[in-house]
């Protein structure tokens, strides 16, 4: 027992000296040598709006289309103001048009019957990579062009009448995207958008630990 504490000490030191050092490249941005780090000045807190919501309106909030789509990620709405546009679990976006929803676009260039909507969210993880995951949404104000970040597929664009949207990048550096999460456009129409993992896959991440 006396060298019980030495040892436990001796592991935690290597595990510092391993996470220090990273020398097998394990380190998520590892496969970027060119990579800075910028600091991001932060305003104090005296600075932040402190106004609250002393009606809580967001938990009185109506819920919309219960059972009418599954699975819906981003939502945004055209330079017009019609809407919302919606990604859900089979791969497709959907247009509501005041009414009802209607197919707008597609991120998978080879959608079939196993993109068809399914009994439960889960039926969808094992084609998801075929019949595509559409995460994030924005449009472009100026062209009117749907940006969309495409869990499998990367970065693509679809123009204002929708249909087959086309592929714009599928890595970054030389790094293949492997779930590409959300975006937004800012007002000179560059592009920022998210990766959420350089190892897995989003149908696989149900059953993975956190560590990406």
Not at 54 to 65: H, S, V
Not at 78 to 104: C, K, M, Q
Not at 117 to 143: A, D, M, Q, V, W
């Amino acid at each position: 027992m006396a060298l019980a504490g030495p040892i436990v000490a001796g592991l935690f030191l290597l595990a510092a000296l391993y996470c220090g050092t990273d020398p097998f490249n394990h380190r998520p941005m590892a496969k970027f040598p060119g990579f800075e780090v910028y600091p991001v000045e932060l305003p104090p807190w005296s600075e932040l709006p402190a106004a609250r919501d002393a009606e809580n309106r967001l938990q009185k909030a109506e819920l919309r289309f219960v059972n009418q789509v599954q699975g819906p990620e981003s939502i945004t709405f055209d330079p017009l103001g019609r809407g919302p546009y919606t990604g859900v679990a089979d791969g497709r976006i959907l247009f509501w048009n005041g009414e009802s929803w209607s197919d707008f676009a597609y991120t998978s260039q080879n959608r079939s019957g196993l993109c068809d909507p399914k009994p439960s969210l889960f039926s969808y993880l094992e084609n998801e990579h075929i019949c595509g995951r559409p995460l994030g949404l924005r449009f472009n104000k100026k062209t009117g062009d749907l940006y969309i970040a495409d869990a499998y597929f990367g970065l693509l664009k679809v123009g204002p009448e929708g249909g087959v949207a086309t592929p714009l990048t599928t890595e970054a550096e030389g790094v293949p995207f492997k779930f590409t999460n959300d975006l937004d456009i800012d007002e000179d129409g560059s592009i920022y958008f998210t990766d959420s993992s350089f190892n897995f896959q989003r149908r696989y991440c149900s059953f993975i630990s956190p560590e990406f």
